[in-house]
T-cell receptor
Framework: DGGITQSPKYLFRKEGQNVTLSCEQN?????MYWYRQDPGQGLRLIYY???????QKGDIAEGYSVSREKKESFPLTVTSAQKNPTAFYLC??????????????FGPGTRLLVL | EDQVTQSPEALRLQEGESSSLNCSYT??????LFWYRQDPGKGPEFLFT???AGEEKEKERLKATLTKKESFLHITAPKPEDSATYLC?????????FGQGTRLTINP
């Protein structure tokens, strides 16, 4: 079955700790995205990547970092610089960001909580 | 700046009671309007993409329509399993912009 997987489902972060959220897709999609979802707010874009070894900041990139070493994988690191990391994190992918056919498909999400 | 506003924030219906959810938007150069369904604690599930005013799409009890300023998600004779948060998003020149969602509850 093709799809997007995210792990872990729940993640706990201690003060001053960096944590990494995993996102893998086997849809052969070129573009991948990370969003943050907070109660009562729309999804906000953290980072996106159109091709391997290239990524761009979204609206709320401060305190986060990403890498795109493989087409299938787009991990997100929440650094200690992110002072309010508690949220639901969603990874998505699409066929081609520039080509017009940009329906994004989402993974199941990771809930990050601060201890 | 592209903007999306969904209304109402929450809607409670009886089983079989039809209604509509609204998504108003402002965007420079609409490339697509998307509807998603999201269950609690899960990722959004894609429902529809609409590209131009006048376009309509249907799936089971759901029908999405699009004008130049807004989109409606009509739900006909809903069932309790239709309870979810419905998200609207618009694609302009730059990125996908999401509304805050409408939380729909269908009581049996």
């Amino acid at each position: 079955d093709g799809g997007i997987t995210q792990s872990p489902k729940y993640l706990f972060r201690k003060e001053g700790q960096n944590v990494t959220l995993s996102c893998e897709q086997n849809l052969n999609h070129d573009a991948m995205y990370w969003y943050r979802q907070d109660p009562g707010q729309g999804l906000r874009l953290i980072y996106y990547s159109q091709i391997v070894n290239d990524f761009q900041k979204g609206d709320i990139a401060e305190g986060y970092s990403v890498s795109r070493e493989k087409k299938e994988s787009f991990p997100l690191t929440v650094t200690s610089a992110q002072k309010n990391p508690t949220a639901f994190y969603l990874c998505a992918s699409s066929i081609d960001r520039e080509g017009g056919q940009e329906t994004q498909y989402f993974g199941p999400g990771t809930r990050l909580l601060v201890l | 700046e592209d903007q999306v506003t969904q209304s109402p924030e929450a809607l409670r219906l009886q089983e079989g009671e039809s209604s509509s959810l609204n998504c108003s938007y402002t965007v420079s150069g609409l490339r697509g309007l998307f509807w998603y369904r999201q269950d609690p604690g899960k990722g959004p599930e894609f429902l529809f993409t609409l590209y131009s005013a006048g376009e309509e799409k249907e799936k089971e009890r759901l029908k999405a329509t699009l004008t130049k300023k807004e989109s409606f998600l009509h739900i006909t004779a809903p069932k309790p399993e239709d309870s979810a948060t419905y998200l609207c998003a618009v694609q302009g020149a730059q990125k996908l912009v999401f509304g805050q969602g409408t939380r729909l509850t269908i009581n049996p």
